[in-house]
């Protein structure tokens, strides 16, 4: 065999001698694969590898803008909506009184030019007690009170005091008053009366709970039977006026006129009269029960009968008075001044 033969075949040899060590070298490396345990998942390929905490928070702050974003525009959207909605219902409201006002004035500028035909073309001023056109007048005046306010409802009082409907006085009687227009029963709760003058007026049974008289002039009125429960009477003048039977349950009479009145059995249940004048007023058997009376001036005063438990009678003049049956337990009588005149 040649030199140049035998060199040919050492080099192939040599070959599959590499080949051979190659394929053993692979076989080796996978049967140890294969013997590993299999490998996590790797996120390398999301490209946040190797990021720091800076850069996290850079992230979740670009990932929170268009969060933000979306929530305020949802919360302003809510605002403006709501907003809306109570401009809408202010609206609405406002709108409602305007027509209620609107009725109202329309309600009393026909009333007040009915009336003027009634007294100037059907002599209503004139008319005797079965007259129709006085029956028209009630029916009118009645029907207009119910739909009124407070306000106005103290106009047309006005009006009806102006041309003496309600206070007629006795031509031969002076003093003595009689009513055109029989207000029986009339609906006078709320209604404005401050500073009017209803002397002489005939107000029996009305209702005028919650109005307000505060220095109101009702000398020698009528209120048998009325409804003046919780009505506001601070200062006004009461004196001689006819309120037998009435209600005046936790009503303001502070400061009142009452001298002379009479005001018989009556309900003046918790009733405000600090320091209001009752000399020689007649409240036989009346409720006084927890009224408030301190600094009273009773004297002359009959109370016969009047159940005054409770009542605050601290500092009231009580000289001269009629408390023969009164019922007094309770009551707070310190500082009363007791006996004859």
Known sequence: ??????????????????????????????????????????????????????????????????????AGTIWFSYQQSETSLQISQVQHKNDQQNIDDQQQEVVLKTYLDDMSTLLLTYKLGQSQRDDEVRQVARAKTLTALRRLNGERKG??????LDAELINKEYSNHRGFYY????????????????RIDLKGAILTGVDL???????????????????????????????TAYMDLANLQGAHLEYARLNWAQIGYSNLQGAHLEYAEIQSADL???????????????RGANLQGVDLRGANLQDTDLRGTNLQGANLQGANLQGAKKGPL
């Open 284 to 298: 036989e058997s009346s409720n006084l029960r927890g009224a408030n009376l301190q600094g009273v001036d009773l």
């Open 1 to 70: 065999m040649s030199t140049a033969h035998q060199q040919q075949l050492v080099t192939s040899l040599n070959g599959k001698q590499a080949i051979a060590q190659h394929l053993a070298h692979l076989q080796a490396k996978r049967q140890q694969s294969l013997a590993l345990p299999p490998k996590k998942f790797r996120v390398a390929w999301t490209g946040f590898s190797g990021k720091t905490l800076w850069d996290w928070l850079q992230l979740l702050a670009a990932l929170a803008i268009p969060v933000v974003v979306a």
């Open 209 to 239: 709970q919650n109005a307000n008289l505060q220095r109101a002039g009702l000398l020698r009125a009528a209120l048998y039977q009325a409804n003046l429960g919780n009505a506001d009477l601070q200062n006004a003048d009461l004196e």
């Open 155 to 160: 106009i047309l009082l006005r009006f009806l």
């Open 179 to 194: 009513a055109i227009i029989d207000l029986t029963e009339a609906n006078l709760e709320q209604a404005d009366l401050m």
